[in-house]
């Protein structure tokens, strides 16, 4: 069974750096990209940043890029998400997500990120 | 920028059939897969259609999914209305190697 886990959430203060870690399992991690898409309280899904199955291609929304890192460590079924410079609409829950043609989105279950004061 | 746009809700009766629209901003929406995705109140989003029309095992073959070229939209149909399909709906495609959301389509099962 695919599991995704996610982990590393919490509350930062404003311009604040969190690392999100989504463990995977139940499928073979390196043979797949993965992405990581944020909620805000009361609103819609929004695309957060994408990295290949080997690591070396990345991609980031521009709403977030600069201030995100997106990474893997392949040898341990990790996806990261490094964030830095942390502001109140960055406040969300953070889903890591698996997804190839011709296969179904996979979701975890989120990691609620709260920055405040 | 390739945008998604889906009415903000819809209703019907249970027993009954809606469908959830879902426009391109620009070029084909057929030459990009379109996903669907079911979000319930406190739970994560779940796949009920991948690639256009594909339904995940365990989804119900009351949902199903379409592309209509001539409108450039996509399309999302409940056929036989249940209470539990009372959710969030979210489109999904892509912009080269992005994910475009729409805004989501709040489905109220009278």
């Known amino acids: 069974e695919v599991q995704l886990v996610e982990s590393g959430g919490g509350l930062v203060q404003p311009g604040g750096s969190l690392k999100l870690s989504c463990a995977a399992s139940?499928?073979?991690?390196?043979?797949?990209?993965m992405t990581w898409v944020r909620q805000a309280p009361g609103k819609g899904l929004e695309w957060v940043s994408s990295?290949?199955?080997?690591?070396?291609?990345?991609y980031y929304a521009d709403s977030m890029e600069g201030r995100l890192t997106i990474s893997r460590d392949n040898s341990k079924n990790t996806l990261f998400l490094q964030m830095r410079g942390l502001r109140g609409d960055d406040t969300a829950l953070y889903y890591c997500?698996?997804?190839?043609?011709?296969?179904?989105?996979?979701w975890g279950q989120g990691t609620l990120v709260t920055v405040s004061s | 920028n390739f945008m998604l746009t889906q009415p903000h809700s819809v209703s019907g009766s249970p027993g009954k059939t809606v469908t959830i629209s879902c426009t391109g901003s620009?070029?084909?929406?057929?030459?990009?897969?379109v996903q669907w995705y079911q979000q319930r109140p406190g739970s994560a989003p779940t796949t009920v259609i991948f690639?256009?029309?594909?339904?995940p095992s365990g989804v119900p073959d009351r949902f199903s999914g379409s592309i209509d070229s001539s409108s450039n939209s996509a399309s999302l149909t409940i056929s036989g209305l249940k209470t539990e399909d009372e959710a969030d709906y979210y489109c999904?495609?892509?912009?080269?190697?992005?994910?475009?959301f729409g805004g989501g389509t709040k489905l109220t099962v009278l």
């Open positions: 990295i290949s199955g080997s690591g070396t291609r990345t």
């Open positions: 139940g499928f073979t991690f390196s043979d797949y990209a």
């Open positions: 997500t698996k997804k190839d043609r011709w296969e179904p989105t996979t």
């Open positions: 999904q495609s892509y912009d080269n190697s992005d994910w475009v």
């Open positions: 690639e256009d029309s594909q339904r």
């Open positions: 620009s070029g084909s929406i057929a030459s990009k897969y």
